[in-house]
């Protein structure tokens, strides 16, 4: 009996996963086949401007931009969070007051981390 409940709780999870892949490979399919396929050096070189590229376009990118970015996103979670629980703060009472101050206090703690490491310093 769990063999056939481990096997109907995870087929349709399963079966979606294939199906997904293979709308996806079947959408796909046809464009590989219709688009042209002339390769040229012009087409590689990277555009700027109509004019002579200076440098190559591959490059190292800089870690403080990652930074701000991972920061943008965790505090940008902070207030959709603060906003939905704002909605429906009086409907959760104290529980949800305790569920908020530790997600608050988390974030604070990553917020000093990232302080202490001077990850928010542009320069």
Known sequence: MGWITLISSWLPP????????????????????IRPNNPN??????YECA????MEAVGQRS???????????????EVIF??????IAEEIGLIGFIELSFFILVLLLGLAFAWKKRALEWG
């Open 14 to 33: 399963l079966l979606f996963g294939v199906a997904g892949a293979a709308i996806c490979i079947i959408l796909m399919m046809p464009g590989k086949f």
């Open 41 to 46: 050096p012009n087409k590689n070189i990277p």
């Open 63 to 77: 870690v403080k931009y990652f930074r701000y970015a991972i920061l943008f996103v965790v505090f940008d979670v």
């Open 51 to 54: 004019s002579k590229p200076t």
């Open 82 to 87: 603060l906003y939905a629980w704002a909605l």
